[in-house]
């Protein structure tokens, strides 16, 4: 099972910092990402067979590992509730402007609960079928694309200062944190050995894609369209007309968005659901499920008033929050960890 | 749409709380009913037409100083 988390929004503050070399602050971002994955892997095989929720207890003592879990669990909810959101308005605003946001909101939480119902296995078979379609469709879509795109758009390359790099690679470094989940998956993975090189190449296949929508993205618009634009993809895939029949391709990216935010959300949603049953020391996450739906669909609603509101949180605050819990917690765990010398049963 | 939101509430309550009741899965049913609290507090207010305060606010609220910095220009 290979677990991969497709990221398709390409963040305005990453253009605007890094302007032509934006490709070149997700390579940035991806490093991180494998940085931040050894430590989550490394952090998990001290304790074979568990998951996040069941070894913090056993590393900080049974009450603070509890509220540190619970912490994750918010942390779970909320990345779930933010990829719902994300996916939602969008539709919205780009598709169906007519037609209230909870609806959208309604459904996407019925299926995740659904696929959670299923189990893991489920979600992993549901990825297998998505993955190859949405690969495929990127990359067609990257081709048709060639004839609107201007190499001068990307040049000068390196032209960007070391701050504005550094600052522009925070967005999608947060993004690429999101293999924390992988604390609470790795137990569940058919192939315990090879973990490393999964997630290498999971995280890899991500920066593919990430780098195949920005590249295409910034040849066709340039640095400064791009971060103007709310949904920079869709524009660019409405630029697509050949010969004035092969046009109108809106459709594609939104059918790459929503499968790939269903497994991403799901995962996260399946995530919170294990967490807090583990928290509670149940034995079956599955009576947890329909309260957290409720939970994800009023969140979903009540957290931003707007997609400017939520894209702005997204870019600024966002980073950080993620990366306190992404980086920096499981860094102190891991070294909590190899100061005890627990962990080796 | 209060009376949807009660349907709703009480189809979940339906589905769940009969087997966990027959299992004598206590625990499961305190998670479950702690969590439903939780769904009914930020959905109630919400279709009444309150205004909950988001968390989102305290979330930015916490990290506005490195949030500002990182302010497109």
């Given at each position: 099972?290979?677990?991969?988390?497709?990221?398709?929004?390409?963040?305005q503050n990453t253009v605007a910092y890094a302007k032509q070399d934006a490709w070149l602050s997700f390579l940035i971002a991806f490093a991180g990402g494998v940085l931040i994955s050894l430590v989550v892997i490394?952090?998990?095989l001290c304790f074979p067979g568990q998951t996040l929720f069941e070894y913090l207890p056993l590393i900080l003592g049974r009450w603070p590992g509890k509220i540190i879990g619970f912490f994750y669990v918010w942390l779970f909810i909320h990345f779930c509730t933010l990829v719902d959101r994300e996916y939602c308005s969008t539709v919205v605003a780009a598709f169906m402007p007519e037609t209230p946001l909870v609806v959208f909101l309604i459904h996407g939480t019925i299926m995740f609960a659904y696929i959670t119902y299923c189990g893991l296995e489920v979600l992993a078979r549901i990825n297998q079928l998505f993955l190859p379609l949405n690969v495929s469709l990127l990359t067609i879509l990257f081709v048709l694309a060639t004839p609107e795109m201007k190499v001068v758009?990307?040049?000068p390359v390196f032209d960007t200062g070391l701050l504005p790099l550094a600052k522009s690679t925070l967005t999608p470094l947060s993004w690429f944190g999101e293999i924390i989940t992988l604390a609470v998956v790795i137990p569940y993975l058919a192939e315990q050995k090879n973990v490393y090189r999964?997630?290498?190449?999971?995280?890899?296949?991500?920066?593919?894609?990430?780098?195949?929508a920005t590249l295409g993205v910034l040849l066709v618009f340039g640095p400064t369209l791009t971060s103007s634009y709310l949904f920079p993809v869709l524009s660019g895939v409405k630029m697509i007309n050949i010969a004035n029949f092969i046009e109108r391709l809106e459709i594609f990216p939104l059918i790459v968005w929503i499968t790939s935010g269903t497994v991403k959300a799901t995962l996260f949603f399946w995530a919170a659901a294990l967490g807090s049953a583990q928290l509670f020391g149940l034995k079956d996450y599955r009576p947890l499920i329909l309260p957290l739906a409720v939970i994800v669909t009023a969140l979903g609603y009540l957290l931003h008033p707007s997609i400017i509101d939520l894209i702005?949180?997204?870019?600024?605050?966002f980073p950080f929050y993620a990366l306190t819990f992404e980086f920096i917690i499981p860094l102190l765990l891991l070294m909590v960890v190899l100061i005890k010398g627990s962990g080796k049963k | 749409m209060i009376f949807l939101l009660s349907l709703v509430f009480l189809i979940i309550i339906y589905l769940e709380v009969p087997p966990l009741v027959k299992?004598?899965?206590w625990r499961e049913l305190i998670a479950f009913a702690v969590f439903l609290w939780l769904g009914m507090f930020l959905s109630v207010p919400?279709?009444?037409?309150?205004?909950?305060?988001?968390?989102?606010?305290?979330?930015?609220?916490i990290f506005k100083p490195l949030a500002n910095w990182l302010k497109p220009p």
């Open positions: 099972m290979i677990y991969a988390t497709l990221i398709l929004f390409i963040p490394n952090l998990s758009n990307i040049l999964l997630t290498i190449k999971a995280l890899f296949f991500v920066l593919v894609l990430i780098e195949i702005n949180f997204l870019t600024q605050a | 299992n004598k899965s919400l279709v009444l037409g309150f205004d909950l305060p988001s968390p989102t606010k305290a979330i930015e609220a």
